[in-house]
């Protein structure tokens, strides 16, 4: 026997359906991104027929497709066919990141999601266990989608700098810390707007390989260093501390060769954009997390 159906269940049921559906949006773009359907429309509007035999797609699965695009935003009717959006074209606009992304998406993400629950009974990444190597494993063996993946993540960091120092003050800082920093392009903002600090960018090899152009053009090299190795964070608590510390990595500079000292009084911010396996970044001390959201 059914409940009673209310305004709240109702409201709740469509919510629930959305949530269960919601792989359906996702793999209608997914889909025209792989198959190209939008890229032919930048151009201008072309009909179904047009498309089909670009495409060499079945015509009444293609309109039918095509209305599903329409549906999620991303293409219209027009007089003589179907039209890009303003959303359709930021999705294939190369610099934008969401192409990448959902390329990344269908050969990456999906795949490690839909096997969340080994995560959740072992505490151990899915994406392992899906394709038998790390992410980054995977993405040193495809170097299409590592490409990819670093295109998106600069698109993030980018969104990432329109907002981060207008929302946070760095000027108690005398060091910053990205992990996950890409080419450094937030750190290079950082550290111009802030001449007193100094930076830390750390992230895989090959992508830190592209800091150092970006950092010298900048005129902040002098003041960060691009790393794959973590360094391993020094705190002292009075002057003679920090003193000990800079002598026994013989350095006048914050920077030894492989530690950072961090001065008495001195508080640390560490910047990331994303945080794989590490805990709830917003819960440790002087983490500045930072996750665009426009």
């Given at each position: ?179 996950g920093g890409g080419r450094g392009a937030l750190m290079a903002e ?101 996750m665009p959201t426009s």
């Amino acid at each position: 026997m059914h409940s009673p159906v209310t305004p709240e269940s109702a409201a709740q049921r469509t919510r629930l359906l959305d949530l269960l559906q919601g792989y359906r949006a996702t793999c209608i773009v997914v889909t025209a991104i792989e198959l190209g359907v939008l890229e032919p429309l930048r151009a201008g509007p072309a009909s179904a027929s047009e498309l089909g035999d670009k495409l060499g797609a079945h015509l009444p699965s293609l309109q039918r497709f095509l209305r599903a695009l329409e549906v999620v935003g991303l293409v219209e009717q027009h007089a003589n066919g179907v039209a890009l959006t303003s959303m359709g074209r930021l999705l294939i606009d190369p610099d934008a990141g969401l192409r990448d992304r959902a390329v990344l998406t269908e050969a990456e993400y999906l795949p490690a999601w839909l096997d969340l629950r080994h995560s959740v009974m072992t505490g151990e990444p899915a994406f392992p266990a899906v394709f038998g190597m790390s992410v980054w494993e995977h993405r040193k063996a495809n170097p299409e989608l590592g490409a990819r993946f670093d295109r998106a993540m600069a698109d993030l960091h980018a969104r990432a700098r329109r907002s981060v120092l207008g929302a946070y003050d760095f000027s108690g800082s005398r060091l910053v810390v990205d992990v996950g920093g890409g080419r450094g392009a937030l750190m290079a903002e950082i550290l111009k707007q802030y001449p007193h600090a100094r930076g830390v960018v750390f992230d895989q090899p090959h992508v830190v390989e592209g800091a150092r152009p970006l950092l010298t053009d900048a005129g902040v090299l002098d003041r960060c260093r691009a790393t794959n190795s973590c360094p391993k964070i020094i705190h002292t608590n009075t002057d003679t501390e920090y003193s000990q510390a800079m002598m026994s990595l013989n350095t006048t500079d914050l920077f030894g060769k492989k530690d950072v000292v961090i001065p008495p009084e001195v508080r640390i911010y560490e910047l990331s954009g994303t945080m794989h396996g590490g805990g709830d970044p917003t819960q440790l001390p002087g983490v500045v997390y930072v996750m665009p959201t426009s």
